[in-house]
């Protein structure tokens, strides 16, 4: 039936964006009496609701909702799954699959550098998810960054946080906060744009997650050089002198990016597939950059597109987690699970 508010119990914050705070919840139906006891062991039974505070109109709200219902044909494994959508108490609720690796961003401060092969792996589904919603929707997605895909143990990668809803999208503030952004130099400037942004977004990730580090400004060659030397896999997760660099002010990373060169890839540290990957769809202009099918049919894409399991992510994220484990002996900040 309909989810409602009564139905969810919450359980812990997952964490807290610029539209609204994760939680973890469980429902009654899912897990009957024993819920207080279960929730803490039964991980597939929890999931995430996003709430996201609006003031704004209940008609408003209604509309909100109404186009919300969109994601309930969502149906991909590159999109993460929903369960429904509801209004109630000022708040927009988004109650979706929970993802028991997290976000890419909370696990690039864990292991600093996410290996080239696993970031082909990314690639193919970042790509897969944006055919998806532009095949099967006709939408864009508007915020691909390292906290919008989520991984799971199974080794699958899933896009969230698309923009499915027109009206929510006009009722929440569309600056960003905070030390970063995604958007491509078109949109960062006011001019029109489209499904091409998501790609400039993508490169953009895909460069800060090989690096370790949010690519603007870019790093010195011998910095990176310095840094590869020091671990080749990116295997530690803290090096002395790693954060060390100019953090920009919103208007002049603004500026950087509308008017610098785009970042790149150092060839020396990465395959030559992957560093043209990256040139194309970093491509200031929007009629140079790569657009969807280009990529889907890029050399970059194609090496990793033929493998059909997950196995390589799955064992990469257990990893991940397990040596965050034995680094910081503290279970609460595991989204894991239990060890
Ligand atoms: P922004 O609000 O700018 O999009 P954000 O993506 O970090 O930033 P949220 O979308 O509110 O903010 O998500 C907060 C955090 O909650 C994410 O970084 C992610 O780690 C976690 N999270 C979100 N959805 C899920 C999910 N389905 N499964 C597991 N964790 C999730
Ligand atoms: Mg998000």
């Not at 006011?190 to 400039?200: K, L, Q, V």
Request: proline share 5%; hydrophobic share 35%; net charge negative.
């Amino acid at each position: 039936g309909e989810l409602k508010h009564d139905d969810l119990v919450n359980i812990c914050e997952l964490g807290q964006g610029n539209g609204g705070i994760v939680w973890k919840y469980c429902t009654f139906t899912n897990i009957d009496d024993h819920w207080c006891t279960w929730c803490q062991w039964f991980w597939n039974s929890l999931s995430p609701k996003k709430g996201i505070y609006l003031e704004v109109k209940p008609a408003v709200e209604n509309q909100i909702v109404r186009e919300l219902k969109v994601l309930d044909r969502c149906n991909s494994p590159y999109i993460v799954g929903f369960y429904g959508t509801f209004a109630a108490e000022g708040q927009i609720n988004i109650c979706m699959e929970y993802m028991d690796g997290g976000s890419l961003d909370l696990i690039l401060k864990k292991v600093m550098r996410i290996p080239e092969h696993i970031l082909g792996k990314i690639t193919v589904a970042v790509l897969r998810g944006l055919s998806y919603l532009r095949e099967h929707h006709r939408i864009m997605h508007r915020d691909i960054k390292p906290s919008n895909i989520l991984v799971n143990h199974q080794g699958e990668i899933k896009l969230c946080d698309f923009g499915v809803s027109a009206q929510l999208i006009n009722s929440t503030l569309q600056t960003f906060i905070g030390t970063r952004s995604y958007m491509s130099p078109e949109r960062l400037e006011g001019a029109h744009y489209g499904i091409m942004s998501d790609i400039w977004s993508l490169g953009l990730s895909l460069v800060e997650m090989a690096l370790g580090r949010y690519p603007i400004p870019p790093p010195s060659i011998e910095d990176i050089d310095r840094l590869f030397d020091v671990d080749p896999y990116g295997n530690q997760s803290r090096l002395e002198g790693y954060g060390c660099y100019k953090v920009l002010a919103i208007f002049e990373l603004m500026e950087w990016i509308v008017n610098e060169a785009p970042p790149s890839l150092p060839q020396k540290h990465f395959s030559p597939e992957f560093c043209d990957l990256i040139d194309r769809c970093l491509k200031k202009s929007t009629t140079e950059r790569a657009d969807l099918n280009t990529l889907l049919h890029h050399p970059f894409y194609k090496r990793y597109a033929t493998e059909s399991d997950n196995q390589d992510v799955s064992l990469w994220i257990e990893q991940v987690y397990q040596k965050d484990q034995s680094l910081t002996n503290d279970n609460n900040n595991n989204q894991y699970g239990r060890s």
